[in-house]
């Protein structure tokens, strides 16, 4: 499925992403754990979100075949770093990051609009369900996932919200899935149970698309507790 959206608004739904963020996080507490990315901290969420930022317009990028040891190591370097400082480096880089945005990296607002909400969880809220972002978000990660379906040789994986309708490619769907456009993207960013996915679905087989969720995860084992 084609990504029809202007990279300009990608960048801009970036921008207001970042922005949003540095108000949630210094609003709550850095220290709390993130139920979503079990090894982390708010804070840690945060100085991932910058750090990227700030290796990739620096020109410092992970190695294609792992990319964990970098990701790891952006990790340990703000362990000590005030909150604020974290912030104020993600600033600093934010132009040259939506220019990254603006030249094809649709992947960077996938992150953190993931990461929005991992971080809005462990803070305890308030949950942006109605953002314009959110269908933004579910079509970029139908894109994200598109290649690993059709290299599985599997049908599109559809959601389901109402009367609209949304696929990660074109042709008869191999698997639908029926929920709120908020919660389909926690489904489709591995935020559900096995279970909790298979509850949403309408028709077809969701179990080889549970593999390939569970590998770009992995999947929880237990509940986010998260409300629909």
Sequence with gaps: MAIVR????????????????????????????????????????????????????????PARDDAQ???????????????????????????????????????LPVDLLVHEQDLRGALGGPVRREGEETPVLLELLLRLHARAIAQAG?????VRDGTASWASGPGDAGC????????ATRILAARRTADEIRSAVVAGD???????????????????????
Excluded: F, K, M
């Design 69 to 107: 040891p970098w990701i790891d190591d952006i990790r340990r370097e703000a362990l000590d770093l005030p909150l604020d400082v974290v912030l104020a480096r993600w600033a600093a880089c934010g132009e040259a990051t939506e220019g990254l945005i603006e030249a094809g990296n649709w992947q």
């Design 154 to 158: 599997l049908g599109p994986l559809a």
């Design 6 to 61: 202007p990279v300009s608004d990608l960048a801009a739904l970036y921008r207001h992403g970042r922005l949003r963020i540095g108000e949630v996080a210094r609003g709550g507490d850095e220290r709390a754990a993130v139920p979503a990315c079990p090894d982390w901290t708010a804070h840690d969420l945060v100085a991932h979100l910058s750090g990227i930022a700030e290796r990739l317009t620096s020109g410092d990028y």
């Design 206 to 228: 969701v179990e080889p698309y549970l593999e390939l969720l569970d590998r770009h995860g992995p999947l929880p084992r237990t509940s986010l507790g998260e409300v629909p």
């Design 176 to 183: 639908t899935l029926a929920a709120p456009l908020w919660e």
